[in-house]
């Protein structure tokens, strides 16, 4: 992974004492980090921000009078900065979260243990790495996703066998990305889509459930043998590998894998995109968004050798240029669009 090389500053908020000692022990073991200053709650948080000018914020999601998501929206309006939300690993905290990241926040971190957690040593790692990634993310694109004004989408010049399945990767920055895709398709008359976004376990079902309330299209959690259905949205569950095959009836189906990781993730965008290559082949669509690292490129590849089309995200709209960066280096990429223009890329080429 490539993060920034100068030194980042960061404010840690948590309106536990122990908790921000531990997280900011936890940060200043990178040197390439240092904690600047500490605040104990949301509107501490916010002036510190204005007078400070952190690089990245950890914040705490639930905290007396101004909590976490009140904190966020006053941090984007006024001054945004990229933010590491650090939440609970309950389905309150899951819902908390996928509203932050759809506020603005870069990404987050699961406390193992509730409030007070005596084994944040189990994250890390975890911690430190997306602090880092969230220096280089560019908060503007975030928060501004969808441009006012936009360019038209050229039609595209080729003719394809109707597709039969999309699948789609993210990272860093692809809740929001996802959403905006998702929200814009316009018809249910479109091939499934199947969907890989870096999430632990625990969290997924959240997103797919905000995912289906802002999208005409049917948004699932994917579980074991799962027919996938024109109108269809299927999130690969964090903690499982997610592919698809044709079952004895000839049914396109989700199945999940136990796996090891692939590239330090789980669910990989790499085995679902081999497996689309490998089942629907120049009947595919695969699409990679913004996110640090290369998950993806390989199954990319496969994809277009075997006659799929391939889109990535334009750095104009990336978040984090990885992954789409990785792809395109690899030679595994068609087209390059900004984010506006995949939705209605998506209606042209998978819409039955």
């Known amino acids: 992974m ?32 240092k904690v600047i200053d500490r605040a ?55 819902d908390t979260t996928m509203k932050a990241l759809a506020l603005g926040a870069v990404d ?27 220096a280089s993310a560019s908060v503007e694109k975030l928060i501004g996703i969808a441009p006012p004004t936009k360019e038209p989408v050229r039609p595209i010049q080729i003719k394809r066998k109707n597709i ?36 632990p376990a625990g969290f997924t079902k959240s997103f797919a459930e905000r995912l289906n309330e802002i999208s005409i299209l049917e948004v ?14 299927v999130i690969a569950p964090g903690g499982s590998h997610l592919i698809v095959e044709y079952n004895r009836a000839k049914q396109l189906i989700c199945r999940l894998s136990d796996m090891p990781p692939l590239h330090s993730v789980k669910p990989a965008a790499d085995l679902l995109f081999l497996s689309v290559a490998d089942i629907v082949g120049n009947t595919s669509l695969g699409i990679i968004l913004t996110g640090m690292g290369r998950d993806g490129a390989e199954g990319a590849k496969a994809i277009r050798q075997r006659g799929g ?8 709209t990336c978040v984090i240029y990885g992954m789409p960066k990785a792809a395109v280096e690899k030679g595994a990429v068609d087209e390059v669009l900004p984010l506006h223009a995949i939705p209605i890329r998506i209606e042209e080429l998978a819409a039955r």
């Open 2 to 33: 490539s993060f920034t090389t100068r030194q980042v500053k960061v404010l840690v908020v948590d309106d536990s004492a122990f908790m921000r000692k531990i997280i900011s022990d936890i940060l200043e073991e990178d040197p390439k980090i």
């Open 40 to 94: 104990r709650d949301g509107k501490e948080a916010v002036e510190k921000t204005l007078k400070l000018d952190p690089d990245v914020i950890t914040l705490d999601v639930e905290m007396p009078g101004m909590d976490g998501l009140a904190a966020l929206k006053e941090i984007m309006r006024l001054k945004p900065t990229p933010v590491v939300m650090v939440s609970s690993l309950t389905r309150k905290g899951a």
């Open 108 to 134: 987050f971190v699961a406390k193992p243990s509730g409030a007070i957690s005596l084994d944040m040593k189990d994250v890390a790692q975890e911690l430190r790495e997306k602090v880092l990634i969230a």
């Open 164 to 199: 039969e399945v999309v699948a789609i990767a993210a990272s860093t920055g692809g809740p929001r990305a996802i959403q905006n895709v998702l929200g814009n398709v316009k018809t249910t008359s479109i091939a499934p889509i199947v969907v890989v976004q870096h999430m």
């Open 220 to 233: 699932l959690e994917g579980y074991d043998n799962l027919q996938l259905k024109p109108g269809m949205v």
């Open 309 to 316: 089309y391939v889109i990535a995200e334009s750095s104009d």
